[in-house]
Nanobody
Framework: QVQLVESGGELVQAGGSLRLSCVAS????????MGWFRQAPGKEREFVAT????????LYADSVKGRFTISRDNAKNTMYLQMNSLKPEDTAVYYC?????????????????WGQGTQVTVSS
């Protein structure tokens, strides 16, 4: 059974940057896509970014394209989300998740392991 633990969330001013990390333990995740999702207060969880098992394919939500970069280090069983030019609307709890297959996927239904989340707050 794999466990996912996110870190790196904090309070930051608009225009600032943060890097989130997601460490997987218990099983290797190199043969699975990994993704980041987020949930703001009063809103549904939404897709942010995903990366294939090899790291060769990435997908981004339109709202973060050009500002966020997803990456992974399979040797460390770790995934990252570099977030630049942060906006107040990026405020949310960010969750990492492991997919059910190797291919990058933006649908939450295709992820079966989730972390507990890390809070990102962007002040204006």
């Amino acid at each position: 059974q794999v466990q996912l633990v996110e870190s790196g969330g904090e309070l930051v001013q608009a225009g600032g940057s943060l890097r989130l990390s997601c460490v997987a333990s218990g099983r290797r995740v190199s043969t699975y896509a990994m993704g980041w999702f987020r949930q703001a207060p009063g809103k549904e969880r939404e897709f942010v970014a995903t990366i294939s098992g090899s790291g060769g394919m990435t997908l981004y939500a339109d709202s973060v394209k050009g500002r966020f970069t997803i990456s992974r280090d399979n040797a460390k069983n770790t995934m990252y989300l570099q977030m630049n030019s942060l906006k107040p609307e990026d405020t949310a709890v960010y969750y990492c998740a492991r997919g059910v297959a190797l291919v990058a996927d933006n649908r939450a239904i295709n992820y079966n392991r989730w972390g507990q989340g890390t809070q990102v707050t962007v002040s204006s």
